[in-house]
């Protein structure tokens, strides 16, 4: 399982740079809140402030990161007084929290910028109970949450901002609809829903830590769209929080909160964080069990009856999600996975005809970007398709179909990114032959799409252009391949899901 995180691609080093620049984020708003003397509990905080700010805020335009930025302290400072606010009056911040957690989930109806001030939003609110914050405590706290996201900004778009030269895709989200046929606001409804029993049996087994399952209710929805997928991720979350616990006990409690040690451990679950979100919630879930675990040792409340009451509040968490997305408006995985499925294949599509462009000459056209979208789009695909083929699922024919559409989207991905680095060749030239490849790559995808429209031909050879060339042939190479692949596609994706398959 470990082998997937450092196996699985990493187009223009993505997510190895947004790890190291996480760390050196991170570092700097921790170092800034201590240099400026503030207590342990505000420099977690700022640190936690410069984590989210790094990690939620997906923008594809660089101004729109900045601006969604910006705006993390106007959202969340107002909830952290909330907050601190209600400590001595439990009813009202039961009730506030389960409110500003189906607020932080319809928020993502917004897109990009609402999904990350709606998480801003929450771990702001749920930092308060980690830390037990009381309003005597809420100047240090605004201003540590105030330092964490100027040293995450100060990073980002100062020291180390590499989006000006890869331009990364925003987070792909489904079309929405109207009412509650739009899937946020069904979830915005399930997630009430489940934080309510979450907090109700959470504080059944602690007084003082019940507010972990209400968290861990609230993230299992966080990038989940269906039923499916959103009963898998509440499984690996259990799996990721069994694995962190475990290295807890090993790591963790031995260290025992000395500075040093736990410093250098802390920024390497940072690191980890990153590197393994894209592609494994279950590792993501293994480094913030030990974040946390070493969090717990630095505050001097690490023990191994704080880690088995963690993991207890993790699965009661885990189950009230469970129950709501069974039986409270159900959002069902085939309608979600379809669609993932043809967005993905749109895709292909476009890497194709920008590259098709590149190869013809023109230099503006750069395929880079939608493999990297590409990229997102499979993950997506594999997220929503998890159900099906889990090895506990019993649905044997659609188990063998979700495995043909992610080997064959597989397929897809490589080719395209073989064919954006040939397009990446200064010395690749479009010839006649790629011109037809590309016409039956896109006669592949109409098929799959009969009611696209008509589809557009292929870039066409500049004059002069050569009959031949180096590049033409692995750019021939990889559009044939594409070709196959997305025919392929055509019979688990045009024929009945529960029909066995003629061919796996």
């Known amino acids: 399982m ?140 605004c201003s540590s949450v105030v330092l964490g996201v100027l040293a995450a900004s100060a990073v980002r778009f100062g020291a180390w901002c590499f989006e000006r030269r890869l331009s990364p895709p925003a987070a792909p989200v489904l079309p929405g609809g109207t009412g509650l046929a739009r899937t946020t606001t069904r979830q915005a409804v399930q997630v009430t829903v489940a934080g309510t029993f979450a907090l109700a049996a959470g504080q059944l087994l602690s007084d003082e830590r019940w507010y972990w399952a209400v968290g861990a209710a609230w993230w299992i929805f966080v990038n989940t769209s269906a039923r499916g997928e959103t009963l898998v991720r509440g499984f690996r979350r259990v799996l990721g929080t069994v694995l962190g616990i475990t290295a807890g006990l090993v790591v963790a409690v031995p260290v025992q909160g000395a500075p040093l040690p736990t410093t250098v451990l802390a920024l390497a679950c940072v690191f980890g964080i990153f590197y393994s979100a894209p592609v494994s919630y279950s590792w993501m879930m293994f480094a913030v069990t030990l974040l946390v675990s070493l969090l717990y040792g630095l505050l001097g409340a690490l023990g191994p009856a704080l880690l ?27 309608s979600v996975t379809d669609a993932w499925i043809r967005l993905a294949v749109r895709c292909v599509h476009e890497c194709t005809t920008v590259a098709m462009r590149r190869l013809a000459g023109d230099e503006t056209a750069d395929p880079a970007p939608r493999a990297a979208e590409l990229e997102q789009l499979l993950a997506r695909v594999r997220m929503s398709l998890a159900p099906l083929v889990h090895p506990l699922s019993p649905l044997r024919a659609r188990k063998a179909r979700a495995r043909q559409v992610i080997a064959l989207l597989d397929d897809c991905a490589r080719e395209v990114r073989g064919l954006a680095a040939v397009a990446a060749d200064p010395y690749a030239s479009h010839d006649a032959r790629l011109a037809a490849a590309c016409w039956r790559v896109e006669a592949a995808v109409h098929a799959l799409e009969p009611d696209s429209g008509p589809g557009r031909g292929p870039a066409p050879a500049g004059p002069g252009a050569p009959p031949e060339h180096p590049g033409a042939e692995a750019a021939l190479s990889h559009l044939d391949g594409l070709e196959r692949a997305l025919s392929g596609l055509a019979t688990p994706l045009r024929s009945s899901p529960r029909a066995p398959l003629t061919t796996v």
Do not use: N
């Not at 106007?74 to 929290?97: C, E, I, K, N, S």
């Open 2 to 141: 470990l082998k997937r995180v450092f196996a699985a691609p990493d187009p223009g080093l993505l997510r190895l740079r947004s790890a190291t620049r996480a760390v050196l984020g991170v570092g700097v708003a921790v170092a800034g809140c201590a240099l400026t003397g503030h207590p342990l509990t505000s420099v977690m905080t700022g640190g936690l402030a410069a984590l989210l700010a790094l990690f939620t805020v997906t923008d594809p335009r660089i101004r729109d990161q900045a601006v969604t930025t910006a705006l993390l302290p106007v959202v969340g400072l107002p909830v952290l007084a909330l907050a601190t606010g209600l400590h001595t009056t439990p009813v009202a911040r039961d009730a506030a929290f389960v409110a500003v957690a189906g607020a932080a989930v319809y928020a993502r109806r917004w897109g990009p910028r609402g999904h990350a001030l709606g998480v801003f939003a929450f771990m702001t609110f749920f930092v308060t109970q980690f830390l037990s914050a009381v309003p005597a405590q809420l100047a240090e706290l």
């Open 308 to 334: 088995a009451l963690r993991l207890a509040e993790t699965a009661v968490g885990a189950l009230g999600a469970a129950l709501a997305v069974a039986f409270v408006l159900p959002v069902t995985t085939h």
